[in-house]
């Protein structure tokens, strides 16, 4: 762990387990995991594939509720949570697919959220174009779709519309994994300049222990069960 610093904690995870049911068998995909979650720290969850780690970033999301424990956000249980206003205010999620709207701009991507919650037109476009040039890329991909950028232009196009909900809790799901070395690098720096300079708290999935070495705190998840290295 790096960064010794008293920060504020954001999320706290406590004794959570989550079973997968078929009609024909029960899978306990995650397995009486706690852990805490501060502002101003970059966490990376590291496992192989099936470990459980995408399963609790997904929880994490309140895109599904614990089977048994409780994910609290700023001390309320997210099964007491507005859940659809928790993801689109307090907790935003970046993919490794990127997940851009491909009919839609680089400046409308990154409105998007902004209009969800009611601002003003006008407003989220001058907000959209500041979050764009922040994430290290110029004014000539605001009026380019998706199909023209490359992965990395992408991938810092999909920071900047996850930074537009003001959410302060960013989750990202192998966000390198489409990526070449260098440009994997750069979210990399992007993501770490938000925990130390702005107090963001970081939580990424990745298989990459290169990217997790340099992230403050290494969470490892083996057969739904987790430990801090």
Not at 62 to 76: E, F, H, R, V
Not at 198 to 225: F, N, P, R, W
Request: charged letters at 25%; a neutral charge; one cysteine or more.
């Amino acid at each position: 762990m790096k960064r010794g610093r008293d920060k504020v904690s954001i999320l706290s995870v406590s004794n959570v387990s989550y079973f997968y049911k078929s009609r024909y068998q029960t899978v306990q995909a995650v397995k009486s995991v706690s852990c805490e979650f501060e502002e101003g720290k970059t966490y990376a969850i590291v496992g192989k594939s099936g470990c459980g780690k995408t399963t609790l970033l997904s929880l994490l999301a309140a895109l599904d509720l614990p089977t048994d424990g409780s994910i609290l956000y700023q001390g309320t249980s997210t099964a007491n949570l507005d859940r659809d206003k928790y993801r689109r205010n307090d907790v935003t999620v970046i993919y490794q697919s990127f997940n851009l709207f491909p009919l839609l701009n680089g400046i409308e991507n990154v409105m998007y959220p902004m209009e969800l919650n009611g601002i003003n037109s006008k407003l989220a476009e001058e907000k959209a174009k500041e979050l764009i040039i922040k994430v290290g890329l110029t004014e000539k991909v605001f009026k380019q779709f998706p199909r023209m950028l490359s992965g990395g232009e992408q991938q810092r196009i999909a920071v900047a519309r996850a930074l537009a909900s003001n959410a302060k809790v960013v989750l990202a799901d192998e966000p390198t994994g489409n990526l070449d070395s260098e440009n994997g690098q750069n979210v990399v720096n992007i993501l770490k300049a938000l925990a130390h300079n702005e107090g963001y708290c970081i939580i990424v999935v990745t298989h990459d222990l290169d990217i997790a070495c340099q992230l403050d705190v290494t969470l490892h998840m083996s057969d739904g069960k987790m430990e801090v290295g």
